[in-house]
């Protein structure tokens, strides 16, 4: 799958972390990567792929898996081919981060819960994992733990705050450092407090 990538920062031969920035629907790279300004990611390769025609599956997150087919698995694909190509540049999975917005961050959560392992962090600015259910059996490894921050408004018309909670605990079950936020009546945005909540909880490591 060629997917076209933005990046910015520190060039990936020369960084020493990177973060992957996964954008909404109807948004593009661009978009979440102007997020990064209000980051304490000064040191890390931005590396932000855009989905074709501006979504990486068509239906609801909560809409069968089959549904969103086969968008739905050329987008995780996309993303493994992201890391792998960030790893051939001498950056490991521990010093990889992930971040996006909405169906971005959706895309996030589940990608890195099919893959666990120790990555930098996440952050899942509203989302939660992707299917009419949450398929434990899809899921596998250890994040060891990986810092993970989801915030999310209740009520939000996209996603539930129920799925953002059982997200939440089967990544913690699977060793995840979740710290979950939920804001009254937020809307679907990105408030100064999540950026804030990811700093501090994602972005402090040295």
Sequence with gaps: MNTEILTDGIPLNEAKKALIMLHGRGAGAHDILSIAKHLKV?????VAPQAENRTWYPYSFLAPLNENEPSFSKSLEAIHQVVVAIQQNGIEKENIYFLGFSQGACLA?????????????????????????????????NFENTPVFIGTSDPDFHVPVERVN??????????????KKIYPNMGHTISQDEVDCANALVFNKK
Aim: glycine share 14%; hydrophobic share 40%.
């Design 109 to 141: 959560l589940e990608f890195t819960t099919r893959n666990a392992a120790k990555y930098g962090g996440v952050v899942a600015f509203t989302g939660g994992l992707i299917g009419d259910k949450i398929y434990e059996n899809h899921y596998s490894g």
């Design 166 to 179: 059982d997200t939440e605990a089967l990544m913690t079950k699977m060793g995840a450092d979740v710290t």
């Design 42 to 46: 000064q040191d890390f390769a931005l």
